[in-house]
Each structure stands twice: as structure tokens, then as C-alpha cells.
């Protein structure tokens, strides 16, 4: 094989990359969001887990010296959010809107655009997807709880939309795994 093609095939889809890259790096990105979504149940999620949440992703971001805004919320209900140096004012816009995509579609918003992707075009496609109040771009997560389902969202904006995903998936991790939820 040669080397274009290896690159080719282990080479991550990027969801900001043009349309011509490969389908199983499309196919691959789906799986592990899809994967994610059926690792990351909570027992609960609490307003103050929200809180705490919220600190840890504040705690990631300086850490890092991230340009991020998080939001945590439920329906007209905003449970905890946050503006470190360098997020500006249109990234707001970026967390209701991605927010509301979870939350309408109760999967991460990154998978919303994913899916349409794969379908061969784009979630700003279909008329009935409002890009005036939701944006099919990675970085909102549904929190699940199970026997429930989808009670919140956590979102963040400020970084390439993979990056905000990967971000967000990492504190929920981290959030999991230190409370037991």
C-alpha cells in the first residue's frame, strides 16, 4: 500500500474539512460519538452536579489558557455558565445554539452534523433545521440519565468543534469517573 493511501485511511475525519474526505473516517467519527453517548449515563445530574461540572470545565480551560465559554442547562433553565479570557460575545450565540441542537435531537450536536454528513449534505441543508437558533457543530452533549434520558446540556465554544466535543466528552469523563455517577 502506499503511503497517500495509509494516510488516507488512518487519517481522522474532520468535520471542518471539505467534502472529499474518506467515508470510513466519517464512519469511524460516528461510531466513537455514538459510542460515547452510550458510555457517558449518570445516575443523576443534579444542579449542583452541574455546578461542579462546570467548575471542572472552567478548571480545564485555564489550565490550558483555552478561549472558551461553558454552558450547563436545561430547558429555559441555565444551571451554570462561564467566560474565560479570550471567549468573546458570538461564542453565546455558539453555546445556545449548539445547545439547542442536543437538546432537540438528544445527541451531541457534533453527531447531528455528523449524521448529515454521511446522508451527503449538511444539517443546514434541510429547511427545517433553523441556523438562526441551532448549529449542527460539535461541542454541546446531552447529559443522560438513565431510565430518563437526556435531562441537560453542557456545552462549550471557543475552539475548533472537534476540540469543543473532545473537551467536553474529556470532563465528563472526569465528572463520571470521580463521583461514580
Request: charged content about 20%; overall charge negative.
Amino acid at each position: 500500500m502506499s503511503n497517500e493511501a495509509s494516510a488516507a485511511i488512518l487519517a481522522p475525519f474532520d468535520p471542518d474539512g471539505g467534502d472529499d474526505q474518506p467515508a470510513a473516517a466519517l464512519e469511524s467519527l460516528i461510531s466513537t460519538v455514538e459510542a460515547e453517548v452510550a458510555e457517558l449515563q449518570f445516575t443523576r445530574f443534579t444542579n449542583d452536579d452541574a455546578v461542579a461540572l462546570g467548575q471542572l470545565l472552567v478548571q480545564l480551560g485555564v489550565s490550558r489558557d483555552l478561549p472558551i465559554a461553558i454552558s450547563i442547562c436545561k430547558p429555559n433553565h441555565i444551571l451554570f455558565r462561564a467566560a474565560l479570557d479570550g471567549a468573546t460575545p458570538d461564542n453565546d450565540y455558539w453555546l445556545d445554539a449548539k445547545s439547542r441542537t442536543a437538546a432537540r435531537y438528544f445527541v451531541p450536536s457534533l453527531l447531528v452534523g455528523l449524521r448529515a454528513r454521511r446522508n451527503g449534505g449538511h444539517a443546514e441543508d434541510n429547511p427545517m433545521f433553523d441556523t438562526s437558533t441551532h448549529a449542527a457543530h460539535g461541542g454541546s452533549f446531552p447529559l443522560y440519565v438513565r431510565g430518563v434520558g437526556p435531562v441537560a446540556t453542557v456545552t462549550v465554544s471557543g475552539l475548533p468543534q472537534l476540540e469543543d466535543h473532545k473537551l467536553v466528552v474529556e470532563a465528563l469523563r472526569t465528572f463520571h469517573a470521580a463521583d461514580g455517577l
